[in-house]
């Protein structure tokens, strides 16, 4: 998509290495409410990116991703409290097992389209909640308790560099023979698999993809809260939060998490600071009416516009 | 004898869940839009009728008429001021209406929140039981199970036998043919929203004897109702019914045997595995 808007194109580079650089120093000079916020704001970012793999480029829209994410979280934490290793260790295995378990389960869930898919993933996330609260070892949905120690900034630069390592690996899919074969497939998955297309492999590594991402910060928000159980991170307002980011920047589109994500977090904070009674209702009356104004999302949107208007 | 007991609970429960589920089969049906703010609507009006009770004694039954009434208004409104405008022909469509409705749930939640506040509330009406022998049937769920029995063979009247309920069942199943008749596939599916909308408001207040709620259970509805379209097929209205009754029963029995964290799981599974294994459900064509 930014492909449409040459001048963008060529800013992008620089304009990322600024930020980068701006994010990496912002927690020297900020005080302890705007770097939860900044870190908040980078997490959701992040599993937007996660699950715009699956949902927008392969078109396999899932509300259960935060699945990965709890799990991430509570391999994590009986890891660091159970054999101590240090904490970005123990994130990184957790990341890794939400990889192992997506692909068995990509490979039957994937089966299932459109609302099937969507909903049945649901359901998998709440069973696998239900089931972490039923293990003795997770403290039965009582929670757990992680040492206390390291602090929101080493917390906050686990979590950028994954959204920065998130951003990267979209802006790969989005040039490469993969991300075409998923758009192929989004597209239409019987013409995709006549034309050559291995659709359940293509499906499943997408899979595999958006469950790392969660996977990886699960671990992250663990430390962040310092105190885990189940509803908190099998949370359901997390995961349909970053879904929306996803869908309001623009669905299966480089920049569109980005956009969507700070876009939705300024305005859902300016609201709660101002309307803490009505929130939730001027967030989701404000979430229809762009939804109807912008019915692709904010990136396509603005780069439709700069075409017409530049007459490429 | 607790078998006997376990089952009467889950057919009675069934009776509510199919009449929630009639509401959001016929949406799905004839628009393909699975609404997520289904379960919002069914707690709002189960939330309102308890308030209702609890501050002015009104028989809950006596406002069964006004919450139809005003599920029709607010379902026709929602579809045609909103979900009507929404491009059919884009790729994302399926999302944006997810989105949408997601949306709605969401101002619905926060509606009711600010409107009625958080605490859980239920109507205590018909509190006794009848005893059978060593069974008891409660009264009150015994009351929602025939009220939900009856609306909803006046629903199924209405799709049987009506020139609408045809024009409804006709778009369902294949839009091009209801078009090359002549159907109004337009004004059908705002009418569809708006027939939807109200048989989960009726739902809803039956459902007040049944749960403590808040304005924030929405979703458990909106799965539920999921859970027994799927299971009994899409679009196939008689297919629901039994997909209730299994969903009602297994609610039951599973949190009997399995203790009531372990049975929430329990119609996940179900679901998921009629998904799997059963595709187009229990009694329905194959999934498209």
Redesign the interface.
């Known amino acids: 998509m930014t492909g449409s808007v040459p001048f963008l194109k060529r800013a992008v580079l620089p304009l990322a290495a600024v930020a980068v650089v701006v994010l990496i120093l912002a927690p020297l000079r900020l005080n302890g409410y705007a770097i939860n916020l900044l870190y908040v704001t980078v997490l959701s970012i992040a599993l937007a990116y996660g699950w715009n793999i699956i949902?927008g480029y392969a078109?396999y829209?899932s509300f259960g991703q935060i699945a990965f994410f709890g799990v991430g979280s509570y391999a994590t934490a009986l890891i660091v409290v159970n054999w101590h290793w240090y904490w970005m260790a123990a994130a990184l295995a957790g990341g890794v097992l939400a990889l192992l378990l997506a692909i068995p389960l990509g490979y039957?869930m994937l089966?299932?389209?459109?609302?099937?898919f969507?909903?049945?993933m649901?359901?998998?996330a709440?069973?696998v909640r239900?089931?972490v609260?039923?293990i003795p070892a997770t403290g039965s949905?009582s929670g757990l308790f992680l040492p206390p120690g390291s602090g929101i900034t080493e917390v906050y630069y686990w979590t950028l560099a994954i959204c920065v390592g998130a951003i990267g690996l979209t802006v790969w899919i989005d040039r490469s023979a993969f991300g075409l074969r998923l758009q192929a497939l989004?597209?239409d998955e019987q013409v995709a698999a006549t034309l050559g297309v291995e659709t359940t492999r293509a499906k499943i590594t997408a899979f595999g993809l958006s469950a790392l991402i969660p996977g990886l910060l699960g671990g992250g928000y663990a430390l962040y809260l310092t105190y885990i159980e189940p509803d908190a991170v099998f949370s359901?307002r997390l995961d349909?939060q970053s879904?929306?980011m996803a869908?309001l920047g623009g669905?299966?589109t480089v920049w569109g998490p980005l956009i969507g994500g700070l876009v939705m977090t300024q305005i859902s904070e300016a609201l709660w600071a101002r309307f803490p009674?009505?929130?939730?209702?001027?967030?989701?009356?404000?979430?229809?009416v762009l939804?109807?104004a912008l019915?692709?999302g904010i990136v396509p949107a603005f780069a439709a516009r700069f075409a017409r208007r530049s007459g490429t | 004898m607790i078998l006997l007991q376990l089952a009467i609970n889950g057919v009675l429960l069934g009776g509510v869940l199919a009449l929630s589920a009639l509401g959001f089969n016929i949406v799905f049906g004839v628009m393909r839009v699975v609404n997520l703010a289904h379960g919002d609507f069914v707690v709002l009006a189960a939330v309102f009728a308890a308030f209702g009770f609890a501050q002015f004694g009104i028989n809950p039954l006596l406002l069964l008429p006004l919450t139809i009434v005003a599920g029709f208004a607010a379902g026709a409104l929602v579809h045609y001021a909103l979900l009507r405008r929404l491009p059919g022909e884009v790729a994302s469509a399926e999302a944006s209406s997810l989105t949408l409705t997601f949306g709605l749930s969401y101002f619905l939640t926060g509606a009711g929140l600010a409107t009625f506040g958080g605490r859980f509330v239920s109507v205590p009406y018909l509190t006794g039981a009848f005893r059978i022998g060593e069974v008891s049937v409660p009264q009150a769920r015994l009351l929602a199970f025939v009220v939900a029995v009856v609306l909803s063979l006046g629903f199924a009247l209405l799709l049987r036998s009506t020139a609408l309920g045809r024009a409804i069942r006709a778009t369902s199943q294949n839009l091009d043919g209801a078009l090359a008749c002549g159907v109004d596939v337009d004004r059908v599916r705002t009418l569809a929203f708006a027939i939807g909308t109200p048989v989960a408001t009726a739902a809803g207040t039956l459902m007040s004897f049944l749960y403590n709620l808040n304005a924030q259970q929405g979703v458990l509805f909106t799965v539920n109702a999921f859970a027994v379209v799927v299971i009994g097929g899409l679009g196939n209205y008689t297919g629901a019914v039994l997909g209730a009754l299994i969903l009602g029963l297994t609610e039951s029995f599973a949190s009997y045997f399995m203790g009531a964290t372990l049975a929430e799981a329990a119609p996940y599974l179900l679901f998921i595995l009629v998904l799997l294994f059963v595709p187009g459900g229990l009694r329905g064509r194959r999934a498209a």
Do not use: D, K
């Open positions: 949902s078109g829209f039957v089966r299932l389209r459109g609302p099937f969507a909903m049945g649901f359901g998998m709440q069973m239900v089931l609260t039923a949905g989004r597209e359901s349909l879904i929306v869908i669905l299966g009674q009505i929130y939730l209702m001027i967030f989701g009356g404000l979430l229809v939804l109807i019915p692709r």
